[in-house]
C-alpha cells in the first residue's frame, strides 16, 4: 500500500517552455502532498506543502508564480515550472501524507521527475 | 550546528556485513523517525518509522531511537548488494494538529555500497 505515482519520470525541453509535473496518491488520499526539489548528491529540499482545496505553502525563497502548485483533489497535486530556465533543471519529487485515526503517518514519494531545461 | 547531522559515507561493506548507519539531531521537539532508502535516480523509499524512543524490527532491518542522546541508527543484518544505495534518516515533530509540525527534516543521507 501507499503508492505514489509521479509522471513523467523525465522531460528534456526547451528554455522558456512551463513544464508540469503530475502527482498521484494510487491507493490512499493524501490530505496533504508536499513537493521537494534534489541537487545532486544532496538531499531534498522541501519547496511547497500543498493541502487539498487550499493554497500551498511555499517555503522561504521559492518562487510561488514560478513553480505553480495545484492540489485539486484528495489523490492528485500538479507543480508547473513555468518559463523553465536552465537554472530550473534539477530532480523533482513529491511525497504524500494521510492522516489517519488521529495519528500521523510518514510521507511516502514518489519516484521523482528529471526536469532537464536546455 | 544544524538540525541533523548525518555522515555522507561512502561507507563500503563486504556482503553479509552487519551496517550500522546513523544520525544526530539537535531539536528535542522531534518525535518521528524514519529511514528512507533511495537508489539512484529514484524517489526515497519508507524502510523504517518510529515514533518516540525505543527499538524497531523488521526482517533484515532495526531502528533504534534514543531521544536522550538524540541519536538515532538503523542496523542492516545479512547485508546485501541490492541494499546498496543511499540511507537517508527523517524526523518530524509532529502532532495530532498543526499544519507545519509534520515537515520532514533530512539528513545528507549516507551512501551505502554493499560488495559482492
Known amino acids: 500500500g501507499a503508492v505514489v505515482s509521479q509522471h513523467p519520470s523525465w522531460v528534456i525541453c526547451k528554455s522558456g517552455t512551463s513544464v508540469k509535473i503530475e502527482c498521484r496518491s494510487l491507493?490512499?488520499?493524501?490530505?496533504?502532498m508536499f513537493w521537494y526539489r534534489q541537487f545532486p548528491k544532496q538531499s531534498l529540499m522541501l519547496m511547497a506543502t500543498?493541502?487539498?482545496?487550499?493554497?500551498?505553502?511555499?517555503e522561504q525563497g521559492v518562487e510561488k508564480d514560478k513553480f505553480l502548485i495545484n492540489h485539486a483533489s484528495l489523490t492528485l497535486s500538479t507543480l508547473t515550472v513555468t518559463s523553465a530556465h536552465p537554472e530550473d533543471s534539477s530532480f523533482y519529487i513529491c511525497?504524500?501524507?494521510?492522516?489517519?485515526?488521529?495519528?500521523?503517518?510518514?510521507?511516502?514519494f514518489g519516484d521523482g521527475t528529471r526536469l532537464s531545461i536546455l | 550546528q544544524k538540525e541533523v547531522e548525518q555522515d555522507p559515507g561512502p561507507l563500503s561493506v563486504p556482503e553479509g556485513a552487519i551496517v550500522s548507519l546513523n544520525c544526530t539531531y539537535s531539536?528535542?521537539?522531534?518525535?518521528?523517525f524514519m529511514w528512507y532508502r533511495q537508489y539512484s535516480r529514484k524517489g526515497p523509499e519508507l524502510l523504517m518509522y518510529?515514533?518516540?524512543?525505543g527499538n524497531k524490527e523488521d526482517g533484515r532491518f532495526t531502528a533504534q531511537v534514543d531521544k536522550s542522546s538524540k541519536y538515532i541508527s538503523l542496523f542492516i543484518r545479512d547485508s546485501q548488494p541490492s541494499d546498496s544505495a543511499t540511507y537517508l534518516c527523517?524526523?518530524?515533530?509532529?502532532?495530532?494538529?498543526?499544519?507545519?509540525?509534520?515537515?520532514?527534516?533530512f539528513g545528507k543521507g549516507t551512501k551505502l555500497s554493499v560488495i559482492p
Open positions: 500543498s493541502n487539498e482545496g487550499s493554497k500551498a505553502t511555499y
Open positions: 491507493d490512499f488520499q493524501a490530505t496533504t
Open positions: 531539536n528535542s521537539a522531534f518525535q518521528y
Open positions: 518510529t515514533y518516540s524512543s
Open positions: 511525497s504524500a501524507r494521510v492522516r489517519a485515526g488521529g495519528y500521523d503517518q510518514p510521507q511516502h
Open positions: 527523517a524526523m518530524s515533530e509532529g502532532s495530532y494538529s498543526g499544519a507545519g509540525s509534520y515537515q520532514l527534516t
